[in-house]
């Protein structure tokens, strides 16, 4: 009588680890939901689709943008390049720190009300050294940032 006792206590024991387990592995998955991902340095605002995959962008000034996605959060690397293809800057975003919201006013297509959005969006820091190069290919400035912050700018070039 007790040893059935023990096997369902057992077997309710490892039931609830295992959903346990189950119930945290989800909550990962949830962590790859794709919100916006608001590039401040270059006023550019995109959606990945995937981790680990290249997009290309173009900014209003004509500049061209090759991000390489790392997370869903913002991790990438970034390669800026002139009208003319040349290489500008290049360097490394870590994730935002957090889920940032801003408000929107929109017009419903239906009624033709104005009313507020809300945009969820995360905003990736800029980290470690930055190359900044001049028309002729040659780094001329290297700047070093620690989570979004300017800590030292030294040019290269004398």
Known sequence: ?????????????????????????????????????????YGYTFIPQQV?????????DTRL?????????????????????????QGNY???????????YVIDGTTLKQRISVVKYYQPLRNGVWDFYNSSGIIFLKKKYDAGILIDSIPTIK
Do not use: P, Q
């Open 1 to 41: 009588m007790y040893r059935g006792l023990l096997n369902k206590i057992l077997f309710m024991k490892v039931s609830f680890i295992i959903i346990l387990g189950l119930i945290c592995l989800s909550f990962s998955f949830f962590e790859k939901e794709k919100y916006r991902i608001k590039i401040a340095d």
């Open 52 to 60: 680990n995959a290249t997009i290309w962008g173009r900014l209003d």
């Open 65 to 89: 943008l090759k991000i390489y996605v790392k997370s869903y959060r913002g991790e990438m690397h970034i390669k800026c390049f002139s009208k003319d293809s040349v290489l500008i800057e």
């Open 94 to 104: 870590i994730n935002s720190l957090e889920l940032l919201v801003s408000y929107k």
